[in-house]
Structures are given as C-alpha cells and as structure tokens.
C-alpha cells in the first residue's frame, strides 16, 4: 500500500497555521537565522526534536487522573515500576525528570577522575555528564557508521575489536562501565543488532566491566532488529525488548522519545549496591524515590506510554513515515543518510550544497532555506552543533555536515509530511542561490542554542 494509514484517529485538535513568507523572512531575521530563537507558533510543522513532541493516547490522558500525587509510595509509582520491570527485567526502578538526570546520578556515583567511558557513540548530554565528574568518554562506533551511503542493516554498532584494545590499553580497573547507546542517536538513529549487544556483553563479561544500556529508543531498535536480525522476525516486540535488557546491568532511560511521554525517565539497575548509591542522589537531586522528579500523574502516562510504544502497528506506521520521506526525498534527488534510522531523516548539506564551504555552515544555509519556502523546522547537526573553535578564532568543522529532520511520535499526518515534500522539492530547485553564513555571535558552550547569524554577501 501507498498509503500510511495512521494507527489512530484524530479526536482532539491543535491549531496551526501558516505566517506569510514575508512574516516568515522577518521572523527568520529577528531570530537572527537561528531556529532555535524562533516562536514554535511562526513553525507550520515543527521537526527540530522528537523529545518530548509527541502526542499522548486517550489512555495516557485518561490515566493523568488517576495520578496519586502522595510524596511517598504512591500508587502511580507501582504501576509505573511494575511495567518498567516487565519490560527490563531490572529489579530496582528509580524515577528521574529526565534521561540526563539518570545519566547525572550514574556519573555521580560510578566515574571517578580519569575513569574511562566507551560506547558506540555518546550522545551529547550523556558526554557532558560524564566529562563534568573528570570521566573520559571515548566513542567506538562501527567502520560503516562514517559512510553515509553504506547500507549496512546495523551501523549503530559497537566496534567490538576497538573496545577490546580500550580494554587492553586502560585496563579494566579504569572503566567503571561501559555503555550502548540505542538506537545510536548521535550516529543517526541507526540501530545495533543483539548479536552486537551480546558479543559487547560477552567480551565485558571476561574482564567484569558493567554494560549501562542508554535505551531511549529502545523499542525502535527492536523493531529493526524484527524487520533485520535472522531469528527475530516472528518475536514480539516486548520479546525483543526483554532479551536486549538482559544483556544490561544498568538501563538509563528518556521518557521523552520512546516513553511517548512529554517529560521523564529512569535509571534501573540489579544490583543492590548501586541501588543504594543511585537512591542516595537521586533523594538529593530529584526527589522522594517514588517520585523522581515527576508529578504521579507524570509515572502513569509513561507507564502506558511504555506499552503503547511496544505495539507492531504503532512502530510499522512510524518507520513507514521515515521511510515514505526518505524514499520521496530520494527521487527528488536529495542525498541522505542510508539507510534511513528510527526517529529521523538526516540530508547531507555538503553534498547538496558543495557551493557552501563547510565553514559557511551549508547545514544552516538548508534550514533556513526549509523555513522560509514553507514554515518547516529542522536543525543543523554540523560544524556549529560538532564543530571545535577557540577563543582566537579559530576553527576546524565537524566531520559531517547533516541537516535532521526529527519526526514528532503520532503528531503530524501523511498529507503534513507530503506538504514537506514539495517543499523540500522547491528548496532543491533553488539550491544553486542558496549562500552561506557567517556567525556575529556566539557563546562559550552550545552555540548552536544561542549563536547568531548572518548571510554572507547579503
Ligand atoms: C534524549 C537523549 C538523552 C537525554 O535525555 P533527556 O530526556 O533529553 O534528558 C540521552 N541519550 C540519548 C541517546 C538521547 O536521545
């Protein structure tokens, strides 16, 4: 079939609409060119993130009244515990605001200074956490990860033969754990297979070094691993997810992405001594363990979110969606990353626009462009998001200069994401006009939030 049929209809709306080109341009401009500064209600569709963007479920919102909002062990808490168990096999859950405080609380408590951290590839909260307590995270993604027109069904795995000389060259003592991160967000969304995460496992297991699964999108990676991996094709989803957990000792969670919940998330763990130190910070950081940060109301919607995104129709329309994109995208003749990942499609703007030197951020030149031909939001994940510079002037640009265009969980409809097509076939035709940017600001850290632009030869 052509057609995606959404696995839901539609029984609450929220406006939007479409500001003029004019108002558009002006709106661009005050931001200056950056569309992190612009209001979300001047977006016609909003695709810079698919944290926390997606839709709730009848059920979910249902749920919201029935939160027990009692500072300790609250009803809701059980409930939401009971499914995060099912699902993770772990036998402590700890409720957290969000991924990054689960990554906080673990770096507190297990990295000390000069400590070594590897994983297929650190997602950028995740690095920061780790680097704030003196660790050093190091990335090990697979040969075929850089290659963006490698098809390989797996490219968000772990290059077990450079783990192994980590282990080699640091010893074991000095890795307090290692991590995988699924899918490999920072890599594009790709997915790591289990015979990845069991052959990781395997090798920590000689040496006795933890595995933390960073499992934010978990249940997409199990679906590529149904659709990909011999011998999976007939387990459900919660099978798959089940079995990837058990590879783990520590599971790090967002419940943004695949909690399909607005706000939260969680650290769980089996071990009982780690369970206290997590509980002793998460007390100090987050809250009463019961609650974690959230509101009761927060823990009943992820607790059914969590099911909800273990659902074979709800993961075959998502990866339709991407997919439908990507394969339009592709006869209009725009490269992209191959295969397509789990929450997104990313457009190589170096290739697309090789007129744009990279330091004149042809990822930016794309976004903008994207904006002003149809109110579409994307983000630049290139040499101002990766790039190094220093306080002289100088800098080196990233590797990849990519443009994300991050899918929102049950939000937009087909016709949204045919609208996106044509516009992205009208940016493509004018490609050859499109000029570079220049940065007349920027801050010490995260410029790609705050930095400010302007055209070159404008
Ligand atoms: C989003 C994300 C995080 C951090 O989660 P937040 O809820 O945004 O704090 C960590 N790791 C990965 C892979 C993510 O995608």
Known sequence: ???????????????IRMI?????????????????????????????????TGAMSQQQWAALLLGDESYAGSASFKRFESVVKDITGMNYVLPT??????????????????????????????????????????????????????????????????????????????IPFCMITITNNAGGGQPVSMA??????????????????????????SFFIKKREPGYEDKSLL?????????????????KKDGLANIGGFIACNNATWEVDFRNSLIMREGFPTYGGLAGRDLEAIAIGLKEVLDDDYQTYRHGVI?????????????IVQPVGGHAVFIDAKASLPHIPALAYPGISLVNALYVEGGIRAVEMG????????????????????????????????????????????????????????????????????????????
């Open 1 to 15: 079939m052509r057609t995606i049929v959404e696995p839901f209809r539609i029984k609450m709306t929220e406006p």
């Open 20 to 52: 003029s080109r004019e108002d558009r341009q002006a709106a661009l401009e005050a931001a200056h060119y950056n569309v992190f500064l612009l209001d979300a209600a001047d977006c016609h569709i909003d695709l810079l993130t698919d944290s926390g």
């Open 97 to 174: 605001h969000q991924g990054r405080a689960a990554e906080g609380i673990l770096a507190a408590t297990r990295v000390s200074k000069g400590d070594i951290i590897p994983n297929n590839t650190h997602f950028d909260t995740t690095r920061a956490n780790l680097q704030f307590v003196g660790g050093k995270p190091l990335d090990f993604p697979s040969g075929c990860a850089q290659d963006l027109t490698s098809n390989e069904p797996f490219k968000g795995n772990m290059d077990l033969q450079a783990l192994k000389n980590c282990i080699t060259e640091y010893g074991a003592d000095k």
């Open 196 to 221: 990845n995460i069991k052959a990781v496992k395997a090798l920590l297991d000689e040496v006795d070094i933890p595995l933390v699964l960073d499992a934010c999108r978990f249940s997409e990676n």
């Open 239 to 255: 099978a798959i997810a089940q079995e990837t957990f058990s590879y783990a000792d520590v599971v790090l969670m967002s419940c």
């Open 323 to 335: 997919s439908y994109i990507a394969k339009h995208f592709e006869e209009i003749g725009v490269p």
């Open 383 to 458: 040499s101002v998001m990766f790039g190094q510079w220093d306080a002289a002037g100088h800098e080196t640009p990233a590797s990849l200069e990519l443009v994300r265009l991050a899918i929102p969980r049950r939000v937009y409809t087909q016709s949204h994401f045919d609208y996106l097509i044509e516009v992205m076939e009208k940016v493509w035709q004018k490609r050859d006009a499109l000029t570079g940017y220049q940065l007349d600001y920027q801050p010490q850290y995260l410029r790609h939030f705050s930095g400010q632009f302007q055209p070159i030869g404008e």
